[in-house]
Structure formats: C-alpha cells, structure tokens
C-alpha cells in the first residue's frame, strides 16, 4: 500500500458520459497530481495541484477538469467521454524528500 | 528543453545477467532523479533515486550511475531475476515556484528476464 488511494479501480462507461475519480494523497502531502497512461502514449502529466490551487497544466483535454479539497483530496473529472480515453489515470503525491508516490489507479474503459 | 529520453525501449536478458537502461535529460534545473518500476495494471513505484551531487547510488541488486556533465543516468539491475520484468521509467524532477515539483517522465523500457 502506497498510501496514495484512488477509487474506483475500474470504470466501465459510454460514450458521451462523465465520471468522477477520486484521490486521496498520502498522509501530509500537500500536492496531487494527474497521470493519464495509454499503451501507446506513455505516461502523460494532466494536472498538479498543491494545497488546494491548481499549479500547472500539462497535456489535459478541455472536457477533462479537477479540483483539490480542503482536505486535500482530489478528483478528476472527464466529461463527453470518448472511445480514445479509455486509459489507466493515476494519481500521486508528492514530498520534497521522496517525490511522487502512485497509487494504483483507475482503469477507465468507454464503450 | 523538458524532455527526458529514455532507450531501450525494450530489453530481454537472461537470468543472472545485467540489465542496463540509459536515459538523457537537457534542464539542468533538474535536481532528482527517480527510477520507477511499473508492473501490468499496478501504478509505479519508486525504485531508487538519486541527486545530482552523487555520482553512483546502490541499492541491493539496483545502482543509479549518474554523469552530470553529460547530463545522463542510467540503471544497472544486476543478477537480472525474472521477477524483475516490468517496465522501468526514468524521470527528473524540478521544483515548482509556489511549492511542489514536476516529473518529467522517460517513455519507458519493457524489460523480459528469460530463465
């Protein structure tokens, strides 16, 4: 266990919906950030937020938005979904001393 | 200015020998250099990393060579087992003004351990 929880684990939708995944970071972290993995695309920065203020945009799609809590958790929200974003989406927490921690992600399948 | 370019893409070694991943980054800015290993439907995980003011870091089987002038790293995983297949990424880190960092990721190796 990372410490990093990300719920669901899997999303099965349709095309056109919108789903909401959530991310707590680990105890203490202040910052979350957003991964989108696709087999042939890698391991894609969407988003980085640090005490609640969105910090930097990587590649995020307009129709994708997320938000950090007061009580630090996170969700990424992904609307109009279409065929291409079915991906694993991963978040992680950060410390100056040890860098990202993962959590084990949500498997989005649009159908 | 960003990137991090990570080869091989993918690697098969026999059990007992050593695996050997390379990676390159161009910032200098970059102050952390993490490996990750990733297994199929997990996240990644932290496997060893190192600062730029060191020149080797060990870690049981795993070693971060690192040659700041060249601006390169690599990741040696010696006595190569087949629980070691994963994909393996390189990342540098940079601070964020306001606090927080940023990773920039390498594409990844896909490495086989044959028996």
């Known amino acids: 266990d990372s410490g990093v929880t990300q719920t669901p684990k899997h999303l099965i939708t349709a095309t056109g919906q919108r789903v909401t995944l959530r991310c707590s970071p680990r105890s203490g972290d202040l910052s979350v950030y957003w991964y989108q993995q696709s087999l042939d695309q890698g391991l894609q920065f969407l988003i980085h937020y640090y005490n609640g203020e969105e910090r930097a945009k990587g590649n995020i799609l307009e129709r994708f938005s997320a938000q950090q809590f007061p009580d630090l958790h996170s969700e990424l929200n992904l609307s109009s979904l279409e065929l291409g974003d079915s991906a694993l989406y991963f978040c992680?927490?950060?410390?100056?001393?040890?860098?990202?921690?993962f959590g084990s992600g949500t498997r989005l399948t649009v159908v | 200015q960003q990137q991090v370019k990570q080869s091989p893409q993918s690697l098969i070694v026999q059990k007992g020998g050593i695996s050997i991943i390379n990676c390159a980054y161009e910032?200098?800015?970059?102050?952390?250099f993490p490996w990750y290993q990733q297994f199929p439907g997990k996240g990644p995980a932290l496997l060893i990393a190192i600062r730029p003011d060191v020149s080797e870091k060990k870690e049981g089987r795993f070693t971060i060579s690192f040659n700041k002038s060249a601006k390169q790293f690599s990741l040696h995983i010696m006595d190569s087992q087949p629980g070691d297949s994963a994909t393996y990424f390189c990342?540098?880190?940079?601070?964020?003004?306001?606090?927080?960092?940023?990773?920039?990721f390498g594409t990844g190796t896909q490495l086989k351990v044959e028996l």
């Open positions: 910032n200098t800015a970059f102050d952390y």
């Open positions: 990342a540098a880190s940079m601070r964020i003004t306001g606090g927080g960092n940023k990773l920039t």
């Open positions: 992680a927490s950060s410390d100056p001393l040890y860098g990202y921690t």
